[in-house]
């Protein structure tokens, strides 16, 4: 059996919120969907316009823009700061997602420049402070996952958006789990994104929706966003079953954030006492943390598969190398899967998976 057919004979998962066939999942979307509105036409009107402007008032901003793919959105987003500011460099992350998972997207297809700041921890006010080149924006990943999902202090994240203010420099928020960050900072949506000048946020990941993603901001950088988008292939003849699951995924998911930080904290806390894991960071800053697991990533593939066949439980999606020697990366994501299951049995599964 193959990684695909194993998980999907599970029946229970330790991440995200648990496993729905296509069938299951377009049945339970038509209740979103009033029977007198029309499909969108090339994402106007219908289910995204609803989505839009809920987004909007959401995130405290003036309009949003729905599109298909979330990296089509930054890259439109990070073009219209470069046109509007006179320069093609931007500041990144060096494990932010988009210098990390997009094969050079960045400057092969959005024909920008990358300033790369930090190392592994969340960059600060003192390395932005020290760029000489002017910037077309600075890219904040909230929260940072390659890292260990972190999120720099809410103090430090003021600093610099003040800073950017100061210097007339756009700062966007790249908010892929922008409303798990909200929840692990403990403050409104609004109050984050008041931070920054524009944000974009997933609605596939933490809120489990089929795809896509929206960028918020003023009316003028969305009314910019058109011709950009256009270029980038990002304009679908309709998208209401994405929209719909977003919609969807407000309703079930958002207010639960929170709940999910806490179990996110308490589970961490557990698994942490077991010497043969680390976990990382001790004290998870959003809903999801790391485990450096003992053993290669060929290893614990072979394992969690036999696992997984034995036990009906889907841990972990993938094994990543470690910079610590005998070790490999899995990640846990605290979703409505956590109903199913107490942190006493995940600790269990764990020392099955590892003994095996």
């Known amino acids: 059996m193959n990684d695909h057919d194993i998980r999907k004979s599970c029946t229970r998962s330790l991440s995200y919120h648990g496993f729905s066939g296509p069938r299951e999942q377009l049945l339970a979307l038509a209740d979103y969907a009033p029977e007198d509105e029309a499909a969108d036409v090339y994402g106007a009107g219908g289910a995204v316009a609803r989505l839009e402007e809920r987004t909007a008032a959401l995130l405290g901003k003036p309009a949003a823009r729905f599109f298909i793919k979330g990296m089509t ?189 806490r179990r996110a904290r308490d589970l961490a806390g557990v698994l942490d006492s077991d010497g043969r894991v680390i976990v990382h960071p001790v004290i998870p800053h959003a809903n999801s943390f790391q485990l450096l697991l003992p053993g290669t990533t060929a290893d614990l593939h072979q394992r969690h598969a036999a696992f997984a066949r034995e036990h009906g439980v889907w841990l972990f999606n993938a094994f990543t190398e470690s910079p610590i020697e005998g070790r490999s990366i899995a990640e846990v994501v605290i979703g409505a899967a956590s109903d199913t299951w107490e942190n006493g049995e995940v600790a269990r599964w764990i020392d099955a998976l590892l003994a095996a």
Request: charged share 20%; net charge negative; glycine share 10%.
């Open 73 to 261: 959105a930054q890259y439109c987003a990070l073009r219209v700061h470069a046109e509007a500011r006179g320069t093609e460099t931007v500041a990144i992350h060096p494990q932010g997602h988009i210098a990390s998972d997009e094969g050079d997207g960045l400057e092969r297809v959005a024909g920008l420049k990358a300033v790369r700041l930090g190392r592994y921890q969340p960059f600060d006010l003192a390395a932005l402070q020290a760029v000489e080149e002017k910037l077309a924006a600075v890219v904040v990943e909230l929260p940072l996952r390659r890292s260990g999902y972190l999120l720099p202090p809410l103090d430090e994240l003021r600093a610099m958006s003040a800073w950017c203010r100061e210097e007339g420099v756009p700062l966007h928020f790249d908010g892929a789990r922008l409303w798990e960050a909200a929840a692990g900072y403990d403050v409104a949506l609004t109050e984050l994104a008041d931070l920054a000048d524009t944000v974009y946020v997933s609605f596939y990941k933490g809120l489990g929706g089929l795809g896509g993603a929206a960028l918020v901001g003023d009316d003028a950088f969305i009314r910019r966003l058109a011709p950009w988008k256009t270029r980038f292939a990002g304009n679908l003849a309709t998208a209401f079953p994405q929209a719909l699951s977003a919609l969807a995924g407000i309703d079930q998911h958002l207010a639960r954030m929170p709940e999910y930080v």
